[in-house]
């Protein structure tokens, strides 16, 4: 494979890993959003798999002792 | 004799040097494998070493302590050293060396010969052993310069000079699967991860993240370890797909989509190789760390900044408890 590396790394360095990912979870957490609410709604957690492989599990942030009170 | 002494410049002037080179850059980054051609080799080697062969000149002629050690002799004038080296040349090129070496009643001049020959083969040593050492450092340079790349590839603006020269004269002697298969292109604080998908001809698509790489003599790829893996489950998922769209559903397409993230199947085992000859082809993904995925998920539920949402990414031994069972 004869490639231009020159060209090939300002091609990958236009790219940012963080704003790739923020667009994937952007189009999936829209598209899940109800889904996720109404999981979390009935007291259980929602495991979500995103396009690179991993799995994040969201659940409800547990609330400070005194907003209980 | 004359091939003898050709071999001996050629040696240590231009192959060790190479050698040299690509050794200690091949400690911080792999440089390009490619069989080129004695030509290309040799324009190699010379390129490499030009720099040092200047310095190291300069130096054993100017400075102080090049100029006498290691291997030191008794200067003389340059008249005496060009003596020298016309006494070792005659030696070289005489069709009987013995006859100016060896002591005979008709040999000449055989102690000056001798003389010359040490004054000589010491220069030698000294020139070969500082041009070796730079060398060296420029090949340790190259390697440090190379591996920082990514560094100031991310502030492009204020370190314009540096890339210029790394993308000048290091890029293009760097393996091509580096640059794809690392983070090399990105700043090690960013902690870039690299997945991979690779489809096989058999239509199988694996998901993972690469371990590493092997690349064979002549810079191809040869295959890729991959950890965390998965298997895309495509049967599974037509199937969910046709069962549904009922038959009574006028338009296929009013129908609730089917998501594929559930049909990624969890391969049991921390390493997982595949070769080259059946890759069909690669999608290589730049990933950015758990913790900015968190953050940025947290953001992205989080519209209102209402605190409510927490995300945590799940480990790798918690994603293999349903492995998949090679079906």
Known sequence: MVVDLKKLSEALGRSSPEEDLRRDLQRILSVRKPEIDQTLASGQSYVLRIPDGRRIRISRRPQPAEAIQ | ?327
């Open chain 2, 1 to 327: 004799m004359i091939a003898l002494v050709t071999t001996y410049f050629l040696i240590s002037y231009i192959l060790v040097p190479g050698v040299l080179f690509r050794f200690l850059t091949s400690w911080f980054v792999p440089l390009k494998l490619f069989e080129r051609t004695r030509t290309q080799e040799a324009t190699f080697a010379v390129t490499v070493a030009l720099l040092p062969f200047a310095i190291t000149l300069f130096g054993v002629w100017n400075l102080p302590v090049m100029r006498h050690l290691p291997f030191p002799i008794a200067e003389g004038t340059a008249a005496q050293r060009t003596q020298d080296y016309q006494r070792v040349t005659a030696i070289l090129t005489a069709s009987d060396a013995s006859r100016l070496l060896l002591n005979n009643p008709s040999a000449t001049n055989n102690d000056a010969n001798w003389r010359a020959l040490n004054q000589v083969i010491r220069r030698q040593a000294r020139f070969l052993t500082w041009y070796f050492v730079l060398i060296a450092l420029e090949g340790v340079c190259f390697g440090l310069l190379a591996r920082r790349y990514g560094e100031w590839q991310s502030r492009a603006p204020r370190y314009r000079m540096r890339l210029w020269l790394i993308r000048t004269f290091i890029l293009p002697n760097i393996s091509e699967w580096h640059l794809l298969l690392t983070s090399f292109n990105w700043p090690q604080h960013e902690d870039v991860d690299v997945t991979i998908d690779i489809l096989q001809n058999d239509g199988i698509l694996y998901q993972g993240r690469v371990a590493d790489y092997f690349i064979a003599p002549d810079g191809k790829l040869t295959g890729i370890l991959l950890e965390n893996v998965s298997r895309f489950d495509r049967e599974a998922y037509h199937e969910a797909q046709k069962t549904s769209v009922p038959e009574s559903i006028p338009n296929p397409k009013a129908a609730q989509p089917i998501s594929s993230a559930a049909f990624w199947r969890t391969i049991p085992g921390s390493r997982f190789y595949i070769g080259q000859s059946s890759i069909l082809n690669l999608n290589v993904r730049f990933v950015a760390r758990d913790q900015t995925l968190i953050s940025l998920a947290e953001k992205i539920l989080d519209a209102q900044d209402t605190n409510t949402y927490e995300v945590t990414v799940e480990s790798e031994e918690e994603t293999s408890q349903h492995p998949d069972i090679y079906s």
